[in-house]
Antibody, heavy 113, light 107 residues
Framework: QVQLVQSGAEVKKPGSSVKVSCKAS????????ITWVRQAPGQGLQWMGM????????NYAQNFQGRVTITADKSTNTAYMELSSLRSEDTAVYYC??????WGRGTLVTVSS | EIVLTQSPGTLSLSPGERATLSCRAS???????LAWYQQKPGQAPRLLIY???SRATGIPDRFSGSGSGTDFTLTISRLEPEDFAVYYC????????FGQGTKVEIK
C-alpha cells in the first residue's frame, strides 16, 4: 500500500504558475504510475497527465500540452505537477493518484485577481 | 482523443434496486482498458472496476462491469445506502479520458 500526502491549498493570480507536490510513503514510489487529475467546482474529473518514475516517462493530456509539467524526485518519493499561465478556469481541486488505487486528498488551487 | 459519454446523467433509485450505468466511447477502447470510479462529496475518487470487468481490491461483488469495444456498463445489483454517489468511467487504452459522470441519487 502507498499513502499520498499533497501540499496545501494555494491562491494564485492569473498568469502565474502553481506547483503542487504529492509525497508517497509506505511502498516503493518508483514502481507506481503517478497520475494527476483535477476537478473544477461542481464539475467532473479531468485527466491531466502522468509519470512513471522508474523510467521518467511522462504523458500529458492534449488540453494541457505546453502548460503542465509533471516531474518526480525518486530520492524523496515526491511527484510534482506545475501548471503555468493560470486563468480563473484553472480553479479546481488537483488530485494525485498512484496506480489508480491510491489517491491523495486533493489540493485546492484558486486563481483569482 | 477518445470521448466517453455516460448515460443517464442522473439515476433516481431506491435502496435495494438495481442500477445500470452506461459508458459509450467515440472509438473502440483497446484491450477493454476501461475503468469505473465512485466519488462521494468531498472525497477523492475510488477505483471500482478495471479492465472493464475486474473488481478492484475490497470492492463488494454487488458491483460488476461488462462490455467491450465502444459500449460498457456498470451494474450495481442491489443499491446500499452508501452507493449513492457519482460514478465515472475512464478509458486508459489511448492516453486517458473520463466520462462526464452519472449521479446515482436516492429516489
Amino acid at each position: 500500500q502507498v499513502q499520498l500526502v499533497q501540499s496545501g491549498a494555494e491562491v494564485k493570480k492569473p498568469g502565474s504558475s502553481v506547483k503542487v507536490s504529492c509525497k508517497a510513503s509506505g511502498d516503493t514510489f518508483s514502481r507506481y504510475t503517478i497520475t494527476w487529475v483535477r476537478q473544477a467546482p461542481g464539475q467532473g474529473l479531468q485527466w491531466m497527465g502522468m509519470i512513471i518514475p522508474m523510467f521518467d516517462t511522462v504523458n500529458y493530456a492534449q488540453n494541457f500540452q505546453g502548460r503542465v509539467t509533471i516531474t518526480a524526485d525518486k530520492s524523496t518519493n515526491t511527484a510534482y505537477m506545475e501548471l503555468s499561465s493560470l486563468r480563473s478556469e484553472d480553479t479546481a481541486v488537483y488530485y494525485c493518484a498512484a496506480a489508480s488505487d491510491y489517491w491523495g486528498r486533493g489540493t485546492l488551487v484558486t486563481v483569482s485577481s | 482523443e477518445i470521448v466517453l459519454t455516460q448515460s443517464p446523467g442522473t439515476l433516481s433509485l431506491s435502496p435495494g434496486e438495481r442500477a445500470t450505468l452506461s459508458c459509450r466511447a467515440s472509438q473502440s477502447v483497446s484491450s477493454s482498458n476501461l475503468a469505473w470510479y465512485q466519488q462521494k462529496p468531498g472525497q477523492a475518487p475510488r477505483l471500482l472496476i478495471y479492465g472493464a470487468s475486474s473488481r478492484a481490491t475490497g470492492i463488494p461483488d454487488r458491483f460488476s462491469g461488462s462490455g467491450s469495444g465502444t459500449d460498457f456498463t456498470l451494474t450495481i445489483s442491489r443499491l446500499e445506502p452508501e452507493d449513492f454517489a457519482v460514478y465515472y468511467c475512464q478509458q486508459y487504452g489511448n492516453s486517458r479520458t473520463f466520462g462526464q459522470g452519472t449521479k446515482v441519487e436516492i429516489k
